[in-house]
């Protein structure tokens, strides 16, 4: 199955801005503080993500032909959309809350998220061009699972101890759930590209 | 006594024993009379964060197995902190066995409270007392807790109130290592949740401030364990430092 080619660079944009999002994401964690990477270049990756979903409801409202449902369209774009959100809100969470250094954890859930948007915009690559997708949808799902342990272990360390400070637990436990979010939200977004698949059948 | 130094005021911090006001009282009349900042608190981790936040000179405690071992804990891990013991009859066994724990004196509800005041502050002005008293050294490396000051040679080196703490704990390990799980709880004064990095960031940072004037001086990092400092030939190799002796602070 093709899709039409505006919708198809609009969603190859999406997914190429998640996987931007979750690079830089990846780097200012891992520097954080004395990090190149300021909030700002993270929020401008998510305003980007905002206009393009924006220009995939513009063409909604005025193309009568669609490649797939309108709604598959409408959710898969707002899938795309909540990755880049939750990187944004993570990373914010980095200066809000003034971490002084990341935990190790957490630079192993951004590399999880750093594949799991790659997974996933080859599954988009895969479906424009009538390829097989299951293959990157099982490596989303994959990463999935593997961001859920390292979250749970994450979290589990943080109550090992009676006397762990509480507010690195709070800070922490908080981070962790947004980051999992986001690699949530790319499983959201394989398992629509499926449904799409499964549909055109 | 220098007239500055008699001018501080103590900083006294009780842990209470429950149902017991008496040494509270004592302690409540001796500090009126010295003129003492006198704090009690009901709970050890209370007053931990006074020690921490350097709010305490003095830890006063009672004499109970639970008590002395949070004590001295306190007095172990904080050396510019001082501990006192109040026990309820003077000349007993007990002074001797509290004195032999680390205690620095041993006063009894039997006493005045004039006495009390003394003998507890006595050793308190004792920590007080400038120049070597209260300046660590390792090699050139000098840092004043009071002051709070780390100098190198002849150069003062801009750290903050974190890094000039574990540059404090690793001086006062005399190069011996310190794990990354006693300096947390030495500077931060939780346990370490597993993953955290902020002892080897502060430490990285630590490293770029005294690289320019280090000369001899190195944090070297034992790994899987901790850090410790070193000085003299080999600090242009401190990766391949053997040491194997921990501080065990």
Redesign the interface.
Known sequence: MAWSDRFHDLFAAAAANAQRAAANVEERFRDYP?TVVSQQDIKDLEHEGDRITTQVHQLLNTEFDTPFGRDDIYMLASSLDDVVDHIEHASDLLGLYRI???????LEQCRVLVQATEALSRAIQALHQGRAVEPHLAAVSTLEDEGDQVSRL?VA??F??????PR??IQ?KDIFEVLEQAVDSCERAAHLVGNIVVKSR | MPASLAAEVVRVVLLRLADDLRAERKLAVAAKQQGWDMASVDRP?DAEHRVRNREADLLVIHDSQESLEFGTRMRRNHAELRLGAIVPAHGSDRAAVLLSAGVDEVVSLAMAPAEIAVRLERVVRQAMTPSTASELSFGALVVDPAEGTVILGTSEIPLSR?ERHIVEVLVRAGGRTVSRESLYRQV???????????V???VK?IRGKLSPVSGEIQIVTRPGVGYRLHAGDSAAHPSRATDTEEAGI
């Open positions: 004395d002084e250094a990341p935990m190790a954890q957490s994450a360390s943080l090992e101890h009676e006397d762990i400070n690195v637990i922490w | 981790p974190r931060w004064g939780y346990s370490m949740a597993r993953g955290d990095r902020i080897d960031v502060n940072r």
